[in-house]
């Protein structure tokens, strides 16, 4: 597709269920991110895969999230046992850019899934 | 203290008005600088990067200080349409952080 597509776009999920989130990044880009929207907050940076390989972790807020690209394009965010608190916008983006260098093009974001825990 | 800091307005100006954003980021080891912007309930855009020479797209003027650590957008002869959510963001190894964003309501 001609840009990142992200499903489901709406996830209710009660409190303890297992949820699983994908995004679809731009064709060909190897570099691929998940972000934390809370409600009034800018997004806050969740993990970060080059291909395959998740070189950033740091941001997943406890050992319940749980992320994978296991052939270098489609990943999958997985959050176990919900909390209220996981209520929030992932957001996934995609660049061209691999390294650890500066970039100067910002990046792709997708429509995001919200996911609310009731 | 948070990576990025941003006023959060909003910021209620009525069409055609000049209107500034600022944001200060407090790693001096930020690699590069953007502005994006976000509708209600949409994903984030990205509006233009900062450069330290300054750089302008039609209405919007960015601006980077690297020694204060401060990032500037000026937006001229305002919109209905620019009303948003402006966000700030710098760039450190693949890792962005974003401010929490300023909002601006543009008024017939």
């Keep these: ?118 | 203290r948070k990576e990025v800091e941003q006023d959060p307005g909003p910021f209620n100006v009525p069409e055609g008005a000049t209107v500034a954003f600022n944001c200060t980021y407090s790693n001096s080891a930020s690699q590069s600088f953007f502005w994006y912007r976000q509708d209600c309930r949409k994903e984030p855009k990205l509006l233009m990067s900062v450069y330290s020479s300054g750089n302008e797209d039609g209405r919007f003027t960015a601006q980077l200080n690297r020694a204060s650590q401060y990032i500037s957008l000026l937006i001229r002869d305002s919109k209905l349409s620019d009303s948003a959510t402006y966000l700030c963001v710098v760039n450190r190894f693949n890792k962005f952080y974003f401010g929490s964003g300023t909002k601006l309501n543009v008024k017939p």
């Excluded at chain 1, 990142?4 to 269920?17: F, H």
């Excluded at chain 1, 995004?23 to 570099?31: E, L, R």
């Excluded at chain 1, 907050?41 to 319940?64: H, I, M, V, W």
């Design chain 1, 1 to 118: 597709g001609a840009g990142v597509s992200q499903s489901p776009r709406y996830k209710v999920a009660k409190r303890g269920q297992d949820v699983a989130l994908r995004c679809d990044p731009i064709s060909g880009h190897v570099s691929l991110f998940w972000y934390q929207q809370a409600l009034g907050q800018g997004p806050e940076f969740l993990t970060y895969f080059q291909n395959e390989a998740q070189l950033d972790k740091s941001g997943l807020p406890s050992d319940r999230f749980f992320a994978e690209r296991p052939e270098g394009s489609v990943s999958t965010l997985k959050i176990q046992r919900t909390q209220q608190e996981d209520s929030a916008v992932y957001l996934c983006a995609s660049s061209a850019f691999a390294g650890t260098g500066g970039v100067n093009d910002g990046y792709t974001f997708g429509s995001g899934t919200r996911l609310t825990v009731v």
